[in-house]
């Protein structure tokens, strides 16, 4: 008799008694984690098949998803032919272009042992977050100064940097509803204009904006805005600002 025949099967070679061969090495489970993930599969499958998916929009290049701002529509339609018309450019990319608001309000006289009450920090992140629709930054002493009592390290202003469609919906408020509210207001100055074109220009209190209730305020603060301006001088700025509706002191109301 052969060698062959006096050789038996394994029970993991044998079907008959329910063995089954070892898995490999580094496998976990046998292979029942990947059976149970094709199980999941099939079924997500069948109840896709059964569900109509729902129709997608198609993207148009170069379209946006939302509308833009009214006032940055009316600089690209009206406003930009003006200037090049005013100032002889022959180029469009030589008009001036608004690149971001910078709204801030300095706390640096207000604290007390080189600590800010919360009460007036909480006014002043509801005012910005209202007005703005972002939560404003504190911006601390880089280093201590004893003439103004000005400590390394402790609170010195809330600052708001303000882009794109947010800068434009600002603005549009800030001419058409807050600066219409000012007390005995008469023209804003066209006098703080600086070489770059930038303006800048303040607000005595937060009261001139609509969305502030000012009988659930307890701290009345102001603020100061800059209007940060690219490739621009101040002449061309002025023109700018003066063609989306800007209110400056005219010439004939000056004493």
Avoid: C
């Avoid at 006098?191 to 209730?213: R, Y």
């Avoid at 102001?222 to 063609?243: H, R, Y």
Wanted: proline fraction near 7%; aromatic fraction near 6%.
């Amino acid at each position: 008799m052969s060698d062959e025949a006096n050789v038996k099967p394994t029970d993991a070679e044998t079907p008959e008694k329910g063995g089954s061969r070892p898995a490999p090495k580094g496998a976990k489970g046998g292979g029942g984690a990947e059976a149970k993930k094709d199980a999941g599969r099939k079924k997500k499958s069948d109840a896709a098949e059964g569900e109509p998916e729902a129709p997608r929009a198609p993207h148009v290049p170069g379209k946006r998803a939302y509308p833009t701002p009214r006032l940055e529509q009316m600089y690209r339609d009206e406003v930009v032919k003006a200037v090049m018309q005013e100032f002889g450019l022959s180029n469009i990319h030589q008009v001036p272009r608004l690149t971001k608001i910078m709204v801030n309000t300095g706390v640096g006289k207000q604290l007390e042992n080189q600590k800010l009450k919360p009460e007036l920090r909480d006014a002043i992140i509801d005012t910005y977050m209202k007005i703005t629709g972002q939560k404003p930054v504190m911006v601390k002493a880089r280093k201590s100064v004893a003439n103004f009592k000005v400590r390394e390290g402790a609170p010195s202003a809330f600052m708001v940097t303000l882009r794109r469609d947010r800068m434009w919906h600002f603005l549009d408020r800030l001419i058409n509803l807050a600066i219409p509210r000012i007390k005995d207001f008469r023209g804003v100055s066209d006098k703080s204009f600086d070489k770059g074109g930038s303006w800048a220009f303040g607000l005595s209190e937060q009261a001139v904006w609509p969305e502030i209730n000012m009988a659930s305020v307890n701290h009345s603060h102001g603020m100061n805005i800059n209007l940060v301006f690219e490739n621009s001088t101040p002449a061309m700025s002025k023109f700018m600002l003066d063609k989306l509706g800007m209110p400056f002191v005219r010439p004939d109301s000056r004493r």
